[in-house]
């Protein structure tokens, strides 16, 4: 599948971001990681490129250059930081600071690919949400702009839509094998294995769980699909869980 496309994944140097990129690689994209640290791993068809998504400016010079570069398809906007906090703990500027992060740079990335996806009538927005935009213990600002990002996807597809370009999300529960979770979730504690046994599905979720919702929407398949929301969550998202 030469002809795949080409796709910036934000975050794909680890985690959730590095399983989705190893599953459009192996649909046959071209796929561009845009990160803070470049991946520990290889793949001809892999460009991996360094930038701190916090940083405006950065995030618009680097996507200007990336478009000007290449004729991107796809953006998968998966990058995200959780900054963990009650509320009397939390600052505004928190809140700025992962707006810029989760809402921002989507924003900015989509503005400079844009363009083409118009040009050719196609293109595929994947955006990375979470099942804490339903609420969270702790998540004042990583809650509030990960809801934010489902309506601000669902806006884009509106607008995208009679151009051939579809918008998702995709919303994860708890998943295991990934730094930011185990910066707050230590990994094989009795936490762990609580969180687990709260789930529905009586398991953690997998990177690869992600990527393959992820790989759905990419699809040409899913052309008449936008504005939706898929948790992958095994069940939280229609129960009760306490992080």
Known sequence: MSDAGTAIVTGASGGIGAAIAK????????????????????????????????DARATEAAAA????????????????????????????????????????????????TLPHMKRVGFGRVVLISSRAALGATGRTAYSATKAGIIGMGRTWALELAPHGITVNMVAPGPV?????????????????????????????????????????????????ITGQVLYVCGGASVGTLVI
């Open 65 to 112: 250059e990336i478009a000007r570069e290449h004729r991107v398809t796809h953006l998968v906007h998966n990058a995200g930081v959780i900054r963990p906090n009650a509320v009397e703990s939390t600052a505004a500027a928190d809140i700025a600071a992962l707006a810029q992060l989760h809402l921002g740079a989507a924003l900015t990335l989509l503005g400079a």
């Open 176 to 224: 295991q094998g990934t730094h930011m979770f185990h910066e707050i979730i230590p990994a094989g504690s009795e936490r762990e294995s609580a969180l687990a046994a709260a789930i529905p599905m009586r398991r953690l979720g997998r990177p690869e769980d992600v990527a393959a919702a992820v790989r759905f929407f990419a699809g040409r398949e899913a052309s008449f």
């Open 23 to 54: 599953a459009l690689l192996a649909d046959g994209y071209h796929v561009i990681s845009l990160a803070l640290d470049k991946p520990d791993w290889a793949h001809p068809k892999l460009e991996a490129r360094t930038v701190d998504l916090f």
